[in-house]
């Protein structure tokens, strides 16, 4: 699966997570003014001094173990189901960063495998933006508990 396929099933599977999400309409330009609306999984935070900040909000996975009555990403509901690698968050964060998209990554995530197992590909996610690329913007990561 492309990259950008990817991205489009773990953008609008991370609307769920309750945040402050902002980007979730597409609208085009009416040719009156300037710019498009896109779904692209961008949200919005505010720093410690106040400053609005945009996010790549995405989900690792929507392929879940679990099977949890209420949640999108439930094993048992049909949807379509996408997985990234480290390397490929890492990529898009950086890709987005330096187009001026985004000024840091809200990455939350559905169980695969393990626990133990999703957890280790976040923690290696984050390690590759902070040790490989010099990443110092704003990483939001869920922490991923034992059931
Ligand atoms: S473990 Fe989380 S992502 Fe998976 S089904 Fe339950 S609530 Fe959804």
Redesign the pocket.
């Known amino acids: 699966m492309e990259i950008l396929d990817k991205l489009k099933i773990l953008a609008d599977s991370a609307k769920y997570d309750a945040s402050c999400s902002s980007s979730g309409s597409n609208r085009k330009n009416t040719n009156v003014g300037i710019g498009n609306g896109h779904v692209s999984g961008i949200c919005h935070s505010w720093g410690a001094d106040g400053r609005c900040i945009s996010l790549l909000k995405i989900l690792f996975t ?1 392929a ?5 009555k ?6 048992s509901n049909s949807v379509p189901r996408a997985t990234f690698t480290p390397r490929e968050v890492a990529d898009l964060t950086i890709h987005f960063y330096k187009r001026n998209y985004i000024e840091g990554l809200f990455l939350s ?3 695969i495998k393990s626990p133990d197992y999703t957890m280790e590909r976040l923690v290696e996610t984050a390690s590759i933006l902070r040790n490989e690329y010099h990443f110092n913007g704003y990483i939001h990561c869920k922490t991923i508990p034992r ?1």
Do not use: H, Q, T
Request: charged share 10%; net charge neutral; with cysteine.
């Open positions: 929507n879940c173990m679990y099977d949890c209420y949640c999108i990403n439930r094993s995530s559905a169980v059931l």
